[in-house]
Protein backbone atom coordinates (compact mmCIF):
# COMPACT_ATOMS: atom_id res chain seq x y z
CA UNK A 1 0.00 0.00 0.00
CA UNK A 2 2.66 2.19 1.14
CA UNK A 3 4.76 1.26 -2.33
CA UNK A 4 2.13 2.24 -4.40
CA UNK A 5 1.46 5.83 -2.65
CA UNK A 6 4.85 6.34 -2.96
CA UNK A 7 4.99 4.88 -6.55
CA UNK A 8 1.93 7.32 -7.34
CA UNK A 9 3.90 10.50 -5.61
CA UNK A 10 6.51 10.14 -7.90
CA UNK A 11 4.28 10.13 -10.77
CA UNK A 12 2.78 12.86 -9.98
CA UNK A 13 6.15 14.27 -8.84
CA UNK A 14 7.42 13.67 -12.47
CA UNK A 15 4.45 14.48 -14.12
CA UNK A 16 4.31 18.04 -12.47
CA UNK A 17 7.65 18.84 -13.04
CA UNK A 18 6.87 18.31 -17.13
CA UNK A 19 4.16 21.24 -16.33
CA UNK A 20 6.34 23.36 -14.30
CA UNK A 21 9.17 23.29 -17.29
CA UNK A 22 6.42 24.30 -19.46
CA UNK A 23 4.94 26.91 -17.31
CA UNK A 24 8.66 28.60 -17.58
CA UNK A 25 8.54 27.97 -21.18
CA UNK A 26 5.80 30.25 -21.87
CA UNK A 27 7.22 33.15 -19.48
CA UNK A 28 10.33 33.00 -22.47
CA UNK A 29 7.66 32.29 -25.24
CA UNK A 30 5.24 34.60 -24.86
CA UNK A 31 5.04 38.56 -23.51
CA UNK A 32 1.77 37.84 -21.57
CA UNK A 33 1.07 34.47 -20.27
CA UNK A 34 -2.13 35.70 -18.88
CA UNK A 35 -3.85 36.26 -21.94
CA UNK A 36 -4.15 33.07 -22.61
CA UNK A 37 -6.78 30.88 -20.81
CA UNK A 38 -6.13 28.54 -17.90
CA UNK A 39 -7.19 25.72 -20.25
CA UNK A 40 -4.58 26.56 -22.62
CA UNK A 41 -2.05 27.48 -20.58
CA UNK A 42 -2.37 23.89 -18.58
CA UNK A 43 -2.93 21.62 -22.31
CA UNK A 44 0.30 23.88 -23.89
CA UNK A 45 2.55 23.66 -20.60
CA UNK A 46 2.63 20.24 -20.71
CA UNK A 47 3.13 19.98 -24.52
CA UNK A 48 5.98 22.85 -24.02
CA UNK A 49 7.36 21.22 -21.05
CA UNK A 50 7.44 17.75 -23.21
CA UNK A 51 8.99 18.56 -26.08
CA UNK A 52 12.02 21.00 -24.05
CA UNK A 53 12.82 18.01 -21.85
CA UNK A 54 12.96 14.95 -24.39
CA UNK A 55 15.03 17.19 -26.32
CA UNK A 56 17.25 18.14 -23.43
CA UNK A 57 17.30 13.71 -23.07
CA UNK A 58 18.53 13.60 -26.66
CA UNK A 59 21.28 16.45 -26.26
CA UNK A 60 22.75 14.50 -23.41
CA UNK A 61 23.03 11.25 -25.24
CA UNK A 62 24.74 13.71 -27.98
CA UNK A 63 26.95 14.72 -25.45
CA UNK A 64 27.78 11.31 -24.12
CA UNK A 65 26.05 11.71 -20.36
CA UNK A 66 24.34 8.50 -19.20
CA UNK A 67 20.71 8.98 -18.13
CA UNK A 68 20.00 9.40 -14.41
CA UNK A 69 16.93 11.73 -12.88
CA UNK A 70 18.88 14.47 -11.78
CA UNK A 71 20.66 14.43 -15.08
CA UNK A 72 17.41 14.27 -17.28
CA UNK A 73 15.59 17.05 -14.99
CA UNK A 74 18.12 19.36 -12.72
CA UNK A 75 19.17 21.56 -15.64
CA UNK A 76 15.90 22.17 -17.29
CA UNK A 77 14.19 22.64 -13.60
CA UNK A 78 17.08 25.26 -12.75
CA UNK A 79 16.57 26.94 -15.65
CA UNK A 80 12.95 26.89 -15.51
CA UNK A 81 13.28 28.28 -11.98
CA UNK A 82 15.44 31.07 -13.50
CA UNK A 83 12.73 32.02 -15.66
CA UNK A 84 10.36 32.58 -12.94
CA UNK A 85 12.62 34.56 -11.12
CA UNK A 86 12.91 37.26 -13.95
CA UNK A 87 10.83 40.46 -13.86
CA UNK A 88 8.30 38.75 -16.58
CA UNK A 89 8.54 35.32 -14.97
CA UNK A 90 7.79 36.94 -11.43
CA UNK A 91 4.85 39.19 -12.56
CA UNK A 92 3.48 36.20 -14.44
CA UNK A 93 3.16 34.24 -11.15
CA UNK A 94 1.78 37.22 -9.07
CA UNK A 95 -0.70 37.53 -11.48
CA UNK A 96 -1.65 33.50 -11.42
CA UNK A 97 -1.71 33.86 -7.85
CA UNK A 98 -4.50 36.65 -7.76
CA UNK A 99 -6.47 34.95 -10.85
CA UNK A 100 -6.56 31.91 -8.68
CA UNK A 101 -7.33 33.28 -5.43
CA UNK A 102 -10.11 35.73 -6.86
CA UNK A 103 -11.46 32.40 -9.78
CA UNK A 104 -15.07 32.24 -10.09
CA UNK A 105 -17.06 29.30 -9.63
CA UNK A 106 -17.79 27.59 -12.45
CA UNK A 107 -21.86 27.78 -12.72
CA UNK A 108 -23.24 24.79 -14.43
CA UNK A 109 -26.70 24.64 -16.12
CA UNK A 110 -28.58 21.66 -17.99
CA UNK A 111 -26.55 20.52 -20.73
CA UNK A 112 -22.93 21.01 -18.79
CA UNK A 113 -23.92 18.55 -16.40
CA UNK A 114 -24.78 16.27 -19.06
CA UNK A 115 -21.74 17.08 -20.81
CA UNK A 116 -19.51 17.08 -17.53
CA UNK A 117 -21.30 13.50 -16.43
CA UNK A 118 -20.06 12.13 -20.17
CA UNK A 119 -16.47 13.18 -19.89
CA UNK A 120 -16.52 12.20 -16.19
CA UNK A 121 -17.75 8.50 -17.12
CA UNK A 122 -15.30 8.36 -19.81
CA UNK A 123 -11.84 9.08 -17.96
CA UNK A 124 -13.81 7.36 -15.13
CA UNK A 125 -13.17 4.32 -17.68
CA UNK A 126 -9.63 5.03 -19.30
CA UNK A 127 -7.53 6.28 -16.49
CA UNK A 128 -7.60 2.82 -14.77
CA UNK A 129 -7.89 0.98 -17.33
CA UNK A 130 -4.63 3.13 -18.68
CA UNK A 131 -2.46 2.90 -15.47
CA UNK A 132 -3.63 -0.48 -14.15
CA UNK A 133 -3.21 -2.80 -17.28
CA UNK A 134 0.37 -3.72 -18.67
CA UNK A 135 1.43 -2.54 -22.23
CA UNK A 136 -0.28 -4.61 -24.71
CA UNK A 137 -1.06 -2.74 -28.31
CA UNK A 138 1.34 -4.23 -30.68
CA UNK A 139 3.09 -0.78 -31.92
CA UNK A 140 3.26 0.05 -27.77
CA UNK A 141 5.13 -3.32 -27.38
CA UNK A 142 7.06 -2.88 -30.57
CA UNK A 143 7.94 -0.18 -30.79
CA UNK A 144 7.89 2.89 -27.97
CA UNK A 145 7.66 1.29 -24.71
CA UNK A 146 10.15 -1.41 -26.04
CA UNK A 147 12.45 1.78 -26.82
CA UNK A 148 11.80 3.51 -23.48
CA UNK A 149 12.48 0.39 -21.26
CA UNK A 150 16.27 -0.19 -23.65
CA UNK A 151 16.81 3.31 -23.12
CA UNK A 152 16.03 3.04 -19.02
CA UNK A 153 18.00 0.36 -18.38
CA UNK A 154 21.46 1.60 -20.82
CA UNK A 155 20.94 4.95 -19.81
CA UNK A 156 20.69 6.71 -22.86
CA UNK A 157 19.54 6.01 -26.04
CA UNK A 158 20.70 2.54 -27.15
CA UNK A 159 19.34 1.49 -30.54
CA UNK A 160 22.10 -1.26 -31.23
CA UNK A 161 20.05 -4.15 -29.47
CA UNK A 162 16.41 -3.92 -30.96
CA UNK A 163 15.34 -3.14 -34.47
CA UNK A 164 12.10 -1.22 -33.63
CA UNK A 165 12.17 1.26 -36.37
CA UNK A 166 15.04 3.08 -35.38
CA UNK A 167 14.72 6.18 -36.89
CA UNK A 168 11.19 6.51 -35.92
CA UNK A 169 11.41 10.12 -33.57
CA UNK A 170 11.43 9.53 -30.01
CA UNK A 171 9.64 11.74 -27.83
CA UNK A 172 6.97 9.18 -26.54
CA UNK A 173 9.83 6.76 -25.61
CA UNK A 174 11.63 9.18 -24.22
CA UNK A 175 9.03 10.59 -21.59
CA UNK A 176 8.37 7.22 -20.58
CA UNK A 177 11.78 6.59 -20.01
CA UNK A 178 11.75 10.04 -18.00
CA UNK A 179 8.63 8.67 -16.11
CA UNK A 180 10.63 5.49 -14.99
CA UNK A 181 13.30 7.27 -13.94
CA UNK A 182 10.78 9.15 -12.09
CA UNK A 183 9.18 6.26 -10.89
CA UNK A 184 12.83 4.84 -10.01
CA UNK A 185 11.47 1.04 -11.85
CA UNK A 186 10.18 -0.09 -15.28
CA UNK A 187 6.56 0.25 -14.60
CA UNK A 188 4.53 0.24 -17.77
CA UNK A 189 0.85 0.35 -16.27
CA UNK A 190 1.34 3.19 -14.05
CA UNK A 191 3.42 5.35 -16.64
CA UNK A 192 1.38 5.02 -19.32
CA UNK A 193 -1.29 7.76 -18.02
CA UNK A 194 0.74 9.73 -19.88
CA UNK A 195 -1.89 8.73 -22.63
CA UNK A 196 -5.23 9.60 -20.68
CA UNK A 197 -3.36 12.84 -20.08
CA UNK A 198 -2.54 13.79 -23.34
CA UNK A 199 -6.51 12.87 -24.73
CA UNK A 200 -7.43 14.92 -21.53
CA UNK A 201 -5.37 17.85 -22.44
CA UNK A 202 -6.39 17.62 -26.42
CA UNK A 203 -9.98 18.12 -25.25
CA UNK A 204 -8.94 20.88 -22.97
CA UNK A 205 -7.70 22.42 -25.68
CA UNK A 206 -10.20 22.11 -27.95
CA UNK A 207 -12.61 23.57 -25.24
CA UNK A 208 -10.34 26.34 -25.29
CA UNK A 209 -10.03 26.76 -28.73
CA UNK A 210 -13.96 26.78 -29.18
CA UNK A 211 -14.69 29.44 -26.50
CA UNK A 212 -11.70 31.29 -28.53
CA UNK A 213 -13.50 31.04 -31.59
CA UNK A 214 -16.73 32.45 -30.23
CA UNK A 215 -18.54 29.68 -29.42
CA UNK A 216 -20.72 29.32 -25.98
CA UNK A 217 -18.95 27.65 -23.27
CA UNK A 218 -21.83 25.10 -22.85
CA UNK A 219 -21.46 24.70 -26.84
CA UNK A 220 -17.34 24.39 -26.26
CA UNK A 221 -18.00 21.70 -23.69
CA UNK A 222 -20.96 19.46 -26.34
CA UNK A 223 -18.73 19.53 -28.66
CA UNK A 224 -15.21 18.82 -26.50
CA UNK A 225 -18.24 15.53 -25.60
CA UNK A 226 -18.73 14.92 -29.07
CA UNK A 227 -15.59 14.90 -30.18
CA UNK A 228 -14.16 12.25 -27.18
CA UNK A 229 -17.01 9.96 -27.23
CA UNK A 230 -17.74 9.19 -31.31
CA UNK A 231 -16.44 6.14 -32.57
CA UNK A 232 -13.89 3.96 -30.75
CA UNK A 233 -10.51 5.45 -31.75
CA UNK A 234 -10.25 8.47 -29.84
CA UNK A 235 -11.48 5.93 -26.83
CA UNK A 236 -8.81 3.22 -27.09
CA UNK A 237 -6.25 5.74 -27.59
CA UNK A 238 -6.64 6.82 -24.05
CA UNK A 239 -4.73 3.14 -23.11
CA UNK A 240 -3.11 1.74 -25.74
CA UNK A 241 0.31 4.11 -25.66
CA UNK A 242 0.66 4.79 -28.99
CA UNK A 243 1.95 8.12 -30.24
CA UNK A 244 -0.91 9.44 -32.46
CA UNK A 245 -2.79 11.01 -29.13
CA UNK A 246 0.23 13.15 -28.59
CA UNK A 247 0.77 13.57 -32.16
CA UNK A 248 -3.31 14.91 -32.75
CA UNK A 249 -2.64 17.45 -29.73
CA UNK A 250 0.76 19.00 -31.12
CA UNK A 251 -1.66 19.31 -34.52
CA UNK A 252 -4.63 20.73 -33.01
CA UNK A 253 -2.43 23.23 -31.16
CA UNK A 254 -0.51 24.20 -34.53
CA UNK A 255 -3.64 24.38 -36.25
CA UNK A 256 -5.52 25.84 -33.43
CA UNK A 257 -3.25 28.95 -32.65
CA UNK A 258 -2.17 29.21 -36.56
CA UNK A 259 -5.79 29.51 -37.28
CA UNK A 260 -6.74 32.11 -34.61
CA UNK A 261 -3.52 34.19 -35.94
CA UNK A 262 -4.62 34.26 -39.47
CA UNK A 263 -8.14 35.60 -37.77
CA UNK A 264 -6.64 37.92 -36.13
CA UNK A 265 -7.98 36.38 -32.48
CA UNK A 266 -4.83 35.24 -31.44
CA UNK A 267 -3.05 36.71 -27.92
CA UNK A 268 0.56 37.89 -28.41
CA UNK A 269 2.73 35.03 -28.32
CA UNK A 270 0.59 32.17 -30.36
CA UNK A 271 3.01 32.19 -33.29
CA UNK A 272 6.18 31.14 -31.03
CA UNK A 273 3.48 28.73 -29.06
CA UNK A 274 2.21 27.03 -32.31
CA UNK A 275 6.11 26.42 -33.04
CA UNK A 276 6.11 24.36 -30.33
CA UNK A 277 3.73 22.88 -31.02
CA UNK A 278 4.85 22.19 -35.00
CA UNK A 279 8.06 21.13 -32.84
CA UNK A 280 5.96 18.70 -31.15
CA UNK A 281 4.67 17.36 -34.52
CA UNK A 282 7.93 16.84 -35.86
CA UNK A 283 9.64 15.18 -32.89
CA UNK A 284 6.74 12.85 -31.61
CA UNK A 285 6.08 10.68 -34.67
CA UNK A 286 7.69 9.87 -38.19
CA UNK A 287 4.38 11.62 -39.69
CA UNK A 288 4.80 14.64 -37.67
CA UNK A 289 7.35 16.50 -40.34
CA UNK A 290 4.87 16.13 -43.31
CA UNK A 291 1.84 17.20 -41.15
CA UNK A 292 3.57 20.02 -40.04
CA UNK A 293 4.66 21.17 -43.39
CA UNK A 294 0.85 20.88 -44.43
CA UNK A 295 -0.40 23.26 -41.50
CA UNK A 296 1.99 25.70 -42.83
CA UNK A 297 1.75 24.99 -46.27
CA UNK A 298 -2.11 25.66 -45.57
CA UNK A 299 -1.47 28.78 -43.95
CA UNK A 300 0.46 30.13 -46.74
CA UNK A 301 -2.22 29.02 -49.32
CA UNK A 302 -4.94 30.90 -47.06
CA UNK A 303 -2.84 34.30 -47.33
CA UNK A 304 -1.94 34.10 -50.53
CA UNK A 305 -5.59 33.63 -51.63
CA UNK A 306 -7.31 35.91 -49.30
CA UNK A 307 -4.62 38.60 -49.45
CA UNK A 308 -5.14 40.25 -46.37
CA UNK A 309 -3.48 43.70 -45.51
CA UNK A 310 0.73 43.15 -45.25
CA UNK A 311 -0.02 39.60 -46.54
CA UNK A 312 3.36 39.33 -47.33
CA UNK A 313 4.70 40.44 -44.46
CA UNK A 314 2.70 37.89 -42.32
CA UNK A 315 4.20 35.13 -44.93
CA UNK A 316 7.41 36.02 -43.47
CA UNK A 317 6.05 35.68 -40.29
CA UNK A 318 5.51 31.87 -41.15
CA UNK A 319 9.22 31.25 -40.75
CA UNK A 320 8.69 31.12 -36.75
CA UNK A 321 6.31 28.12 -36.85
CA UNK A 322 8.77 27.27 -39.52
CA UNK A 323 11.57 27.20 -36.89
CA UNK A 324 9.81 25.65 -34.59
CA UNK A 325 9.72 22.90 -36.89
CA UNK A 326 13.17 22.67 -37.78
CA UNK A 327 13.74 22.87 -33.87
CA UNK A 328 11.79 19.70 -33.63
CA UNK A 329 12.88 17.82 -37.25
CA UNK A 330 16.72 18.70 -37.11
CA UNK A 331 17.97 17.59 -34.10
CA UNK A 332 16.97 13.98 -34.47
CA UNK A 333 17.39 14.29 -38.42
CA UNK A 334 21.16 14.85 -37.73
CA UNK A 335 21.88 12.03 -35.11
CA UNK A 336 20.58 9.70 -37.15
CA UNK A 337 22.45 10.41 -39.89
CA UNK A 338 25.91 10.75 -37.11
CA UNK A 339 24.59 7.23 -35.94
CA UNK A 340 24.16 5.92 -39.13
CA UNK A 341 20.38 4.63 -38.43
CA UNK A 342 18.90 2.79 -41.45
CA UNK A 343 15.72 4.99 -42.82
CA UNK A 344 12.82 3.24 -44.05
CA UNK A 345 13.43 3.83 -47.47
CA UNK A 346 11.79 1.36 -48.50
CA UNK A 347 8.43 3.75 -48.10
CA UNK A 348 8.27 5.35 -51.59
CA UNK A 349 9.20 3.72 -54.47
CA UNK A 350 6.58 3.43 -57.17
CA UNK A 351 3.06 5.11 -57.67
CA UNK A 352 0.33 2.49 -57.72
CA UNK A 353 -2.91 3.99 -58.94
CA UNK A 354 -5.19 1.02 -58.41
CA UNK A 355 -4.27 0.91 -54.88
CA UNK A 356 -4.99 4.71 -54.60
CA UNK A 357 -8.57 3.78 -56.43
CA UNK A 358 -9.14 1.18 -52.97
CA UNK A 359 -7.83 3.73 -50.52
CA UNK A 360 -11.06 6.53 -51.54
CA UNK A 361 -13.54 3.28 -51.26
CA UNK A 362 -11.37 2.72 -47.50
CA UNK A 363 -11.30 5.96 -46.24
CA UNK A 364 -15.08 7.31 -47.51
CA UNK A 365 -16.11 3.66 -45.04
CA UNK A 366 -13.48 4.91 -42.42
CA UNK A 367 -15.02 8.80 -42.10
CA UNK A 368 -18.51 7.42 -42.20
CA UNK A 369 -17.95 4.31 -40.04
CA UNK A 370 -19.73 4.51 -36.08
CA UNK A 371 -17.15 2.14 -35.16
CA UNK A 372 -14.11 4.77 -35.90
CA UNK A 373 -15.14 8.15 -35.66
CA UNK A 374 -18.87 7.60 -35.16
CA UNK A 375 -20.76 11.10 -36.42
CA UNK A 376 -17.98 13.48 -36.51
CA UNK A 377 -17.19 13.56 -39.57
CA UNK A 378 -20.56 13.26 -41.16
CA UNK A 379 -21.60 15.80 -38.71
CA UNK A 380 -18.52 18.34 -40.18
CA UNK A 381 -19.29 17.54 -44.24
CA UNK A 382 -23.08 18.32 -43.27
CA UNK A 383 -22.16 21.65 -41.38
CA UNK A 384 -18.89 22.34 -42.29
CA UNK A 385 -19.51 23.25 -46.12
CA UNK A 386 -20.61 26.98 -46.51
CA UNK A 387 -20.14 30.21 -48.89
CA UNK A 388 -18.70 31.83 -46.68
CA UNK A 389 -15.50 29.12 -46.77
CA UNK A 390 -13.97 30.85 -49.54
CA UNK A 391 -13.85 33.99 -47.85
CA UNK A 392 -12.82 33.61 -44.48
CA UNK A 393 -9.76 32.09 -42.62
CA UNK A 394 -11.52 29.21 -42.21
CA UNK A 395 -10.28 28.23 -45.51
CA UNK A 396 -6.88 27.69 -43.51
CA UNK A 397 -8.60 24.58 -41.79
CA UNK A 398 -10.73 23.61 -44.62
CA UNK A 399 -7.09 23.56 -46.36
CA UNK A 400 -5.19 21.55 -44.37
CA UNK A 401 -7.84 18.85 -43.51
CA UNK A 402 -9.13 18.24 -46.90
CA UNK A 403 -5.56 18.45 -48.28
CA UNK A 404 -4.83 15.87 -45.92
CA UNK A 405 -7.31 13.58 -46.72
CA UNK A 406 -5.53 13.93 -50.70
CA UNK A 407 -2.54 13.24 -48.87
CA UNK A 408 -3.61 10.08 -47.52
CA UNK A 409 -4.81 8.15 -50.39
CA UNK A 410 -1.52 9.40 -51.86
CA UNK A 411 0.20 7.76 -49.74
CA UNK A 412 -1.84 4.68 -49.80
CA UNK A 413 -1.10 4.96 -53.77
CA UNK A 414 2.87 5.18 -53.08
CA UNK A 415 2.63 1.88 -50.37
CA UNK A 416 4.96 -1.06 -51.50
CA UNK A 417 2.63 -3.63 -50.60
CA UNK A 418 1.49 -6.66 -52.08
CA UNK A 419 -2.28 -7.00 -53.18
CA UNK A 420 -3.40 -9.58 -50.44
CA UNK A 421 -1.51 -7.40 -47.44
CA UNK A 422 -2.87 -4.13 -48.85
CA UNK A 423 -6.27 -4.02 -46.91
CA UNK A 424 -4.72 -5.21 -43.77
CA UNK A 425 -2.24 -2.49 -44.02
CA UNK A 426 -5.08 0.33 -44.83
CA UNK A 427 -6.87 -1.37 -41.99
CA UNK A 428 -3.77 -0.87 -39.36
CA UNK A 429 -3.14 2.21 -40.06
CA UNK A 430 -6.30 4.75 -41.74
CA UNK A 431 -7.77 5.08 -38.20
CA UNK A 432 -4.20 6.73 -37.10
CA UNK A 433 -3.80 8.67 -39.69
CA UNK A 434 -7.96 10.34 -39.40
CA UNK A 435 -6.83 10.72 -35.35
CA UNK A 436 -4.23 13.50 -36.30
CA UNK A 437 -6.95 14.96 -38.17
CA UNK A 438 -9.82 14.17 -35.83
CA UNK A 439 -9.89 17.70 -33.49
CA UNK A 440 -8.89 19.99 -36.38
CA UNK A 441 -11.90 18.71 -37.72
CA UNK A 442 -13.99 19.45 -34.46
CA UNK A 443 -12.39 23.18 -34.51
CA UNK A 444 -13.91 23.55 -38.08
CA UNK A 445 -17.53 21.87 -36.73
CA UNK A 446 -16.56 24.60 -34.08
CA UNK A 447 -16.57 27.43 -36.59
CA UNK A 448 -20.06 26.03 -38.46
CA UNK A 449 -21.53 25.59 -35.18
CA UNK A 450 -20.66 29.36 -34.24
CA UNK A 451 -22.09 30.77 -37.77
CA UNK A 452 -25.51 29.20 -35.86
CA UNK A 453 -25.27 31.66 -33.13
CA UNK A 454 -23.23 34.02 -33.87
CA UNK A 455 -24.00 36.28 -30.82
CA UNK A 456 -24.42 34.27 -27.85
CA UNK A 457 -25.78 35.97 -25.40
CA UNK A 458 -24.47 35.68 -21.72
CA UNK A 459 -21.51 34.22 -22.08
CA UNK A 460 -18.59 35.32 -21.16
CA UNK A 461 -15.73 35.11 -23.90
CA UNK A 462 -11.72 35.30 -22.50
CA UNK A 463 -10.26 38.79 -23.72
CA UNK A 464 -9.15 39.29 -27.25
CA UNK A 465 -7.25 41.39 -28.24
CA UNK A 466 -8.03 44.67 -30.50
CA UNK A 467 -6.96 44.83 -33.51
CA UNK A 468 -8.53 44.53 -37.50
CA UNK A 469 -9.62 40.81 -38.93
CA UNK A 470 -5.92 40.06 -40.31
CA UNK A 471 -4.07 41.35 -37.07
CA UNK A 472 -0.56 40.82 -37.60
CA UNK A 473 0.67 40.18 -34.01
CA UNK A 474 3.06 37.46 -33.57
CA UNK B 1 -34.37 32.90 -38.95
CA UNK B 2 -33.95 32.62 -42.88
CA UNK B 3 -34.71 28.90 -44.47
CA UNK B 4 -31.15 27.93 -44.77
CA UNK B 5 -30.65 28.46 -40.92
CA UNK B 6 -33.41 26.71 -39.92
CA UNK B 7 -32.06 23.78 -41.98
CA UNK B 8 -29.46 23.64 -40.37
CA UNK B 9 -31.13 23.79 -37.18
CA UNK B 10 -32.34 21.00 -38.16
CA UNK B 11 -29.07 19.13 -39.20
CA UNK B 12 -28.16 19.82 -35.88
CA UNK B 13 -30.44 17.99 -33.96
CA UNK B 14 -30.37 15.23 -36.41
CA UNK B 15 -26.46 14.91 -35.71
CA UNK B 16 -26.97 15.16 -31.77
CA UNK B 17 -30.11 12.49 -32.00
CA UNK B 18 -27.35 10.28 -33.99
CA UNK B 19 -24.59 11.06 -31.64
CA UNK B 20 -27.08 10.33 -28.03
CA UNK B 21 -27.34 6.79 -30.35
CA UNK B 22 -23.81 6.71 -30.48
CA UNK B 23 -23.34 7.05 -27.33
CA UNK B 24 -25.39 4.12 -25.84
CA UNK B 25 -23.94 1.90 -28.55
CA UNK B 26 -20.66 3.03 -27.07
CA UNK B 27 -21.59 2.25 -23.46
CA UNK B 28 -22.63 -1.17 -24.91
CA UNK B 29 -19.50 -1.06 -26.86
CA UNK B 30 -16.88 -1.15 -23.58
CA UNK B 31 -19.16 -2.39 -21.09
CA UNK B 32 -17.69 -6.11 -21.22
CA UNK B 33 -14.40 -4.27 -20.52
CA UNK B 34 -15.34 -1.89 -17.91
CA UNK B 35 -16.33 -4.64 -16.24
CA UNK B 36 -13.44 -6.90 -16.73
CA UNK B 37 -11.86 -3.78 -15.13
CA UNK B 38 -13.67 -3.37 -12.36
CA UNK B 39 -13.60 -7.31 -11.21
CA UNK B 40 -10.35 -6.79 -11.10
CA UNK B 41 -10.16 -4.02 -9.33
CA UNK B 42 -11.98 -5.20 -6.86
CA UNK B 43 -9.96 -8.54 -6.56
CA UNK B 44 -6.34 -6.81 -6.09
CA UNK B 45 -5.72 -8.50 -9.76
CA UNK B 46 -3.96 -5.82 -11.73
CA UNK B 47 -0.84 -4.66 -13.31
CA UNK B 48 1.44 -7.55 -13.19
CA UNK B 49 -0.68 -10.08 -12.08
CA UNK B 50 -2.63 -9.56 -15.55
CA UNK B 51 0.55 -9.97 -17.00
CA UNK B 52 1.43 -13.48 -14.91
CA UNK B 53 -2.20 -14.71 -17.08
CA UNK B 54 0.11 -15.13 -19.95
CA UNK B 55 1.91 -17.89 -20.55
CA UNK B 56 4.33 -16.68 -22.49
CA UNK B 57 5.08 -13.89 -19.94
CA UNK B 58 6.25 -16.61 -18.12
CA UNK B 59 8.50 -18.30 -20.18
CA UNK B 60 9.94 -14.76 -20.82
CA UNK B 61 10.17 -14.22 -17.10
CA UNK B 62 12.18 -17.60 -17.10
CA UNK B 63 14.16 -16.75 -19.46
CA UNK B 64 15.42 -14.01 -17.67
CA UNK B 65 17.14 -15.81 -15.17
CA UNK B 66 18.87 -17.77 -17.98
CA UNK B 67 20.12 -15.40 -20.63
CA UNK B 68 22.32 -12.40 -19.63
CA UNK B 69 21.59 -9.30 -20.17
CA UNK B 70 24.74 -8.85 -22.64
CA UNK B 71 24.29 -11.36 -24.46
CA UNK B 72 21.84 -11.95 -28.05
CA UNK B 73 19.56 -14.68 -28.94
CA UNK B 74 17.75 -15.68 -32.21
CA UNK B 75 14.19 -15.78 -32.30
CA UNK B 76 12.38 -18.38 -34.78
CA UNK B 77 8.95 -17.48 -35.31
CA UNK B 78 6.53 -15.23 -37.33
CA UNK B 79 6.89 -11.60 -37.47
CA UNK B 80 2.77 -11.27 -37.75
CA UNK B 81 2.03 -13.45 -35.09
CA UNK B 82 2.49 -11.02 -32.61
CA UNK B 83 4.39 -12.96 -30.16
CA UNK B 84 7.69 -11.98 -30.70
CA UNK B 85 7.77 -8.17 -30.09
CA UNK B 86 6.25 -9.50 -26.71
CA UNK B 87 9.20 -11.78 -26.24
CA UNK B 88 11.70 -8.89 -27.13
CA UNK B 89 9.60 -6.36 -25.12
CA UNK B 90 10.23 -8.60 -21.91
CA UNK B 91 13.54 -9.69 -22.35
CA UNK B 92 14.78 -6.22 -23.25
CA UNK B 93 17.63 -4.71 -23.31
CA UNK B 94 18.95 -8.35 -24.97
CA UNK B 95 20.03 -8.31 -28.35
CA UNK B 96 17.47 -9.46 -30.18
CA UNK B 97 17.37 -10.94 -33.62
CA UNK B 98 14.24 -12.28 -35.10
CA UNK B 99 14.00 -14.99 -37.82
CA UNK B 100 11.48 -17.09 -40.01
CA UNK B 101 10.48 -20.57 -38.67
CA UNK B 102 11.55 -22.25 -41.83
CA UNK B 103 14.46 -21.00 -42.21
CA UNK B 104 16.98 -23.22 -43.68
CA UNK B 105 19.91 -24.33 -41.49
CA UNK B 106 22.78 -22.88 -43.40
CA UNK B 107 21.52 -19.41 -43.18
CA UNK B 108 20.23 -19.83 -39.04
CA UNK B 109 23.58 -20.95 -38.38
CA UNK B 110 25.70 -18.40 -40.00
CA UNK B 111 23.26 -15.89 -38.64
CA UNK B 112 24.21 -17.65 -34.92
CA UNK B 113 27.81 -17.70 -35.62
CA UNK B 114 27.74 -14.06 -37.12
CA UNK B 115 25.92 -12.19 -34.10
CA UNK B 116 27.54 -14.38 -31.71
CA UNK B 117 24.04 -15.46 -29.99
CA UNK B 118 24.19 -17.90 -27.19
CA UNK B 119 20.38 -18.43 -27.24
CA UNK B 120 18.53 -20.27 -29.58
CA UNK B 121 14.57 -19.44 -28.69
CA UNK B 122 11.62 -21.04 -31.29
CA UNK B 123 8.21 -20.39 -30.39
CA UNK B 124 5.88 -23.70 -30.48
CA UNK B 125 3.23 -23.54 -33.49
CA UNK B 126 1.07 -25.91 -34.99
CA UNK B 127 3.87 -26.29 -37.92
CA UNK B 128 5.94 -29.08 -37.53
CA UNK B 129 9.60 -27.41 -37.07
CA UNK B 130 11.66 -25.92 -40.17
CA UNK B 131 14.65 -27.87 -41.66
CA UNK B 132 16.59 -25.00 -39.92
CA UNK B 133 15.69 -25.66 -36.45
CA UNK B 134 15.52 -29.75 -37.16
CA UNK B 135 19.21 -29.30 -37.92
CA UNK B 136 19.42 -27.57 -33.73
CA UNK B 137 18.03 -29.97 -32.36
CA UNK B 138 20.49 -32.61 -33.84
CA UNK B 139 23.58 -31.08 -33.83
CA UNK B 140 25.98 -31.08 -30.72
CA UNK B 141 26.45 -26.98 -31.10
CA UNK B 142 22.77 -26.47 -29.38
CA UNK B 143 22.16 -27.80 -25.90
CA UNK B 144 18.38 -27.91 -25.01
CA UNK B 145 16.94 -25.40 -21.99
CA UNK B 146 14.61 -27.14 -19.84
CA UNK B 147 12.53 -24.23 -19.35
CA UNK B 148 8.63 -25.04 -19.50
CA UNK B 149 6.59 -22.78 -21.48
CA UNK B 150 5.59 -22.21 -25.42
CA UNK B 151 8.82 -22.65 -26.94
CA UNK B 152 11.99 -24.41 -27.10
CA UNK B 153 15.26 -22.96 -25.68
CA UNK B 154 18.78 -24.14 -26.84
CA UNK B 155 22.25 -22.34 -25.62
CA UNK B 156 24.39 -22.08 -28.64
CA UNK B 157 28.32 -22.92 -28.43
CA UNK B 158 28.82 -19.96 -31.73
CA UNK B 159 32.61 -21.19 -31.75
CA UNK B 160 31.22 -24.58 -32.86
CA UNK B 161 29.84 -23.26 -35.53
CA UNK B 162 32.83 -21.49 -37.08
CA UNK B 163 33.70 -23.32 -40.24
CA UNK B 164 31.62 -21.16 -42.62
CA UNK B 165 28.33 -21.74 -45.18
CA UNK B 166 26.42 -25.02 -44.72
CA UNK B 167 24.21 -25.41 -47.96
Given at each position: MIETAAALLRLLLGLGAVFFLGYAGLILLVPRPGDFTFGERTALSFGTGAVF???????????????????????????????????????????????????????????????????????????????????????????????????????????????????YPNLIPLLLTYLYFALGQVNDSLAKV??????????????????????????????TAFLALNGTVFITHLYIAYADLPLAFFTLGGAGLLSLWLSGAAPPGSLPLAACCLAGMAWCKYEGPPLAATLLLAAALTLAWLRPGRWVRRL??????????????????????????????????????????????????????????????PALALLGAGRSLWRSPRLFLALFVGGNLAAVILAYGLAPTSAAEFPAYVRATLDRLLLHLTPVAALLLALSLKDLDPAPTGEKLPPKPSGPVFGGEV | MTPRKTWRFWLVRLVIGLWGLQVLWLIWHFGPEAGD???????????GAIRQEEPLYRWAAALKTVIPEQAAYVFLDDYAAGKEIQVRYYLAPRRHILLPPDIPAGFLFYVLHRERAAFLLIRESARPLGPGAQAACASPAFRRVNLPGPGLVFRVDADLLGWGFYD
Open positions: LTLWMLVLTWWGIPFTLGRIIGPPLALGAGLLLTPRGRRTVREDLRALKGRPRMELHGWDWVFWGLLGALFLYALPRAALYPVWAWDAVATWGCKASIFYASRGLDLTCIEAHNYIFPLWGGLVLILLHALAVRLGLSRTRALGLGLLAVPLMGLATGYLPWRLFVMQQKLEIGADHIQNLYPHQMVQAVGHLFTALINPFAFGVLW | LARRLVRGEVG
